[in-house]
């Protein structure tokens, strides 16, 4: 079985229940060009989500690497509420290096895109 792309991160160190629905909301978006460790220029995507874990909320800050086919419908007002948050692991379906994860919003289709790897940069317990 593969494991979830969240396993061995701080996410899970922090909350040990997590599960994809915990994540509401986007609460940050910053999308640039880079360099990536092959000195190749790709894209990046840092997102801030606001999850929900009971009665606990948390803000988590995530960098998405090499993303391509990036596409946002109905994104941009000040509430990007996200209804099935989900990231999959494509690694062993034979996809491009560069797809190896789809991470999208499989109910309301606000974001869906392709990366090639993603990090958990920052997780804090807000109030």
Avoid at 1 to 27: A, C, H, R
Avoid at 64 to 73: E, I, P, R, Y
Avoid at 77 to 86: S, V
Wanted: net charge negative; with cysteine; hydrophobic share 35%.
């Amino acid at each position: 079985m593969m494991k979830e792309w969240y396993e061995g991160t701080e996410l899970q160190e922090k909350i040990p229940d997590f599960n994809s629905t915990n994540v509401k909301y986007i609460t940050d978006f910053h999308y640039y060009i880079g360099y990536n460790s092959y000195y190749d220029q790709v894209s990046f995507l840092e997102i801030d989500f606001l999850l929900e874990v009971g009665n606990r909320k948390f803000t988590l800050k995530m960098k998405f690497n090499d993303v391509s086919s990036l596409d946002l419908l109905g994104f941009g007002n000040n509430y990007n509420q996200l209804m099935g948050f989900i990231i999959n692991n494509l690694s062993e379906s034979g996809f491009e290096k560069n797809k190896k994860y789809l991470v999208e919003d499989y109910e309301s289709n606000i974001i869906k895109f392709y990366c090639a790897d993603l990090e958990v940069l920052t997780l804090d317990e807000t109030e």
